[in-house]
């Protein structure tokens, strides 16, 4: 992964990172975003359990299902 940029919000803090990620990151994203439920994400993860969905959406659509008859499954 590599840090492509970052943008601050008025108190000075990331609050947009650019990122680069190579196809084999991408996939663990993926599956790792995959496996939590809406339950499971909210223990782990408290108020930004639905960025879980929102990344692996992201990945599976935009990426893994358009070059992947079995998408994610077949990447990996």
Known sequence: ???KSITLDDSEMPE???AEITRDEAIVLALM???YSSSGAADDFGS???CTSTIYE???SGVFNRFWDDGVSGAA
């Open 1 to 3: 992964m590599k840090i």
């Open 58 to 60: 992201a990945l599976v």
């Open 16 to 18: 947009l990172i650019t």
């Open 48 to 50: 930004r359990y639905e």
């Open 33 to 35: 975003m995959g496996r």
